[in-house]
């Protein structure tokens, strides 16, 4: 290949990865990708000839095209919301504008530098919009072109500037400064300058964590409107959510007590109010406010005496509502989170314990929490039938209008049943056993829940909960209901919990006044609380390692910011302080047994027992010896064998270079047979004095290349380097 046809193809392959970076991201559309590649495939084949567009109309046409964008943005012609996602979609659609219309024109230096310039901001951009590991795929391909292009770009540049200040005819000086630079080696150069970046490079990029949101606010679908987590909920807003395969957040659960650790689930809201179609909260202003304390963590609540919290990491996907999920009861939450301008960053507590923030972008989040897991003992919970007090009287709310079966239902399932907690067992128990669980909107009319336990004794998690809420508040046992999620699907490779959307869930959280504790109860059928089987097979493990790799993409790449910094910190601390310990006790161990030798040798447990440690310890000190030698001996031979000069030839492969580096092997070779090359001699005369035909051979290869601008050919290094063999074995004129 050609020096001009190889600085076009890099060229265009620089251009193509800029694109590539946007696609991948979800920058551009199906009807933008289709007419860019058009243009680029038809800028491929129209390069050189007449029918490319001049420079002059190149240059007016993007002085035009810039305005009109920001006249676009301005007025809002197209529709422009002014939004951030909207913003990154016109800069994407103005770059590959500009680039089309410079792919079209005919190039000079400038415009190739511009094509270059236009690739590194369509991959700023995606850096911007990309949640997708396949980013740092296109990344890497993106760095390593333009390594390439910018290399052939100076040499193409410094040749062009020799030969208009040569004497030279241009085009045969052009060729012959062409014909020796290896073109086949830029993309290896290339790979070994990407290398030492990423290795300078790496100590750099987790030492300075990311600061604000990850992204520029959405993620490849676009931002997640989950319903059934706002102050207001109608009955059967959870189920429009349970056939949606999204992914909702991920969650680690880095330290637990591993008591209460069966099905998690991962709280969101809780409503108290009930009118027949939707649950509410009746205290829809009540919002206390906590600010960050010094040690870098929210303060929520205070966790009861002698437990151990379970601490989770969560990281949520871009979604509309300002909710943060996680185990109950949280008590500490530490992140980064949005906030007014000029003010720290603030959480907030509603009135059912439900945790918000303050919603500035839609960016994805990470954030630690805290939780108190501890539950009382079930014998205290049945001896809790205290008085509610009356901030607690809302949690026994019934509808106005209520059907009388519900309440004669309630009745007739607890009658036997002498405290609170045995009752919410057995309305649990009954409506896990005695309904179906579906996903259809069966249940209607005005009064579903009537409609649901005496006709249609079929539903999803919400009529469960509800069933369940309203039954035992018919029979004076304050209750609740609570939105969140399920645990979601495990991913063993990651460690951690993949929830989506349709692991969305309703449960029940019953209140037990002496005990001051809301205890959870879940009615739902077990059909309907393991959120769907796990994919098998092959499949389902490439699946898992695709998330797996896309949780270490977003933890230490999108999300990392000074929380994950000291996680990773604290990881790297205990991993050496671990090393260190074992060390420690290897070396403590070592001690034990020599002192415990010492003392054998020295005779005090008798004189059969030294003579035994004296024979050990010959016996050891010869095996030492005898180890050592053979380390040794495998070396030298290992290092005489073939393979090793091979790979060092072919490593050492270059034109000029390799036949100076070979001239001056025999050199040393002849030197140390005693013969030297005297000051008045050429190689030449030198190697014909000796009067050895493969030092004669390899001196002419040595003018050849030298001066007479001749390239060496693999198989002439694998020639000389069997000669040198020869000299290097054969005595002297032999």
């Known amino acids: 290949m050609n020096f001009d046809r190889f600085f076009k193809l890099i060229s265009y392959a620089v251009v193509f990865c800029g694109f590539f970076s946007l696609f991948v991201s979800g920058g551009v559309g199906a009807v933008s990708t289709l007419l860019f590649v058009s243009v680029l495939i038809a800028a491929w084949f129209l390069e050189g000839s007449r029918w490319q567009i001049s420079e002059r109309f190149g240059t007016v046409s993007v002085f035009i095209v810039v305005p009109l964008f920001y006249i676009d943005r301005k007025y809002q012609v197209t529709g422009f919301s002014g939004n951030v996602a909207d913003l990154a979609a016109m800069l994407a659609k103005m770059i590959l504008v500009l680039a089309a219309i410079k792919l079209l024109q005919r190039k000079a230096e400038r415009d190739w530098l511009f094509l270059y310039l236009m690739a590194f901001f369509e991959v700023l951009l995606a850096a911007g919009l990309s949640i997708s590991p396949l980013y740092l795929a296109s990344l890497i391909l993106y760095l390593l072109v333009t390594i390439c292009a910018i290399v052939t770009f100076e040499i193409r540049k410094t040749s062009a500037s020799i030969n208009r200040n040569s004497n030279y005819k241009k085009t045969e000086n052009k060729e012959k400064t062409f014909a020796k630079i290896p073109l086949a080696r830029l993309p290896l150069t290339a790979i070994s300058l990407l290398v030492l970046i990423i290795i300078f490079a790496a100590p750099l990029f987790f030492a300075l964590p990311r600061v604000g949101s990850a992204g520029l606010g959405s993620n490849q679908k676009g931002l997640s409107s989950v319903t059934g987590f706002s102050d207001s909920v109608s009955l059967g807003e959870i189920g429009q959510l349970l056939q949606n395969d999204q992914i909702v957040m991920r969650a680690r659960i880095d330290k637990t007590d591993g008591k209460n650790f069966g099905a998690l689930h991962w709280r969101g809201v809780a409503l108290d109010t009930f009118d027949n179609k939707r649950w509410s909260k009746s205290k829809k202003d009540f919002r206390e406010s906590f600010v960050k304390l010094e040690r870098g963590f929210f303060l929520i609540d205070y966790p009861a005496a002698n437990t151990v919290s379970t601490v989770q990491t969560i990281y949520l996907e871009p979604i509309d509502m300002p909710v943060l999920f996680a185990l109950s009861r949280a008590v500490a939450v530490e992140g980064s989170f949005p906030s007014e301008p000029y003010k720290d960053s603030e959480l907030y507590k509603d009135s059912e314990g439900s945790i918000t923030f303050q919603r500035g972008d839609h ?106 809420a309203i039954m035992l508040r018919t029979q004076g046992i304050a209750t609740r209901v609570v939105n969140g999620f399920q645990q979601g699907e495990y991913n063993e490779t990651a460690d951690v919990f993949v929830v989506k959307q349709k692991d969305a869930h309703s449960w029940v959280e019953v209140y037990f006044p002496r005990e001051n504790a809301w205890i959870p109860f879940d009615p739902t059928p077990f059909a309907g609380q393991d959120g769907g089987a796990a994919q098998t097979g092959i499949v389902g493990k490439f699946n898992r390692y695709l998330e797996a790799l896309e949780t270490f993409w977003i933890q230490y790449f999108v999300s990392y910011d000074n929380q994950e910094q000291r996680s990773l910190m604290r990881s790297v601390k205990n991993s050496f302080a671990e090393y260190q310990a074992k060390t420690s006790v290897w070396l403590g161990e070592m001690q034990y047994y020599l002192s415990d030798w010492w003392r054998e040798v020295r005779g005090d447990k008798g004189l059969q027992a030294s003579a035994r440690a004296v024979a050990f310890g010959i016996g050891y000190l010869l095996a030492a010896i005898l180890g050592i030698i053979l380390i040794v001996w495998l070396y030298r031979k290992i290092r005489r064998l073939d393979v090793w000069q091979r790979i060092c030839a072919w490593l050492k492969f270059r034109n000029e270079t390799t036949i100076v580096e070979f001239y001056e092997r025999m050199q040393k070779v002849l030197a140390s047979k005693g013969f030297t090359r005297a000051a008045h001699q050429t190689p030449l005369e030198f190697a014909f004095a000796l009067n050895m035909p493969e030092a004669v051979r390899i001196t002419e290869k040595y003018n050849r290349v030298r001066f007479g601008e001749k390239n060496l050919s693999k198989d002439e290094a694998n020639e000389i380097e069997n000669w040198l063999k020869e000299l290097e074995v054969n005595p002297i004129g032999k």
């Not at 205290?386 to 009745?411: F, T």
């Not at 179906?436 to 004794?457: I, Q, S």
């Open 363 to 468: 960016g994805r989040l990470s954030y630690k929490v805290n939780s108190d897991r501890s539950l009382p003992d079930v014998k205290d919970l049945k001896s809790d039938n205290g008085n509610y007090p009356s901030e607690a009287k809302r949690y026994l709310q019934l509808p106005e209008k209520l059907d009388e079966r519900i309440v004669a239902l309630a009745a007739q399932i607890t009658e036997k049943q002498a405290n609170r907690y045995d009752k919410a067992k057995a309305v649990e128990n009954y409506l896990q056993t005695q309904f179906g669980y579906t996903l259809e909107m069966k249940a209607k009319g005005e009064e579903p829940l009537a409609d649901f336990l005496f006709n249609v004794r079929e539903g999803h998690c919400e009529y469960f909960a509800t069933a369940m």
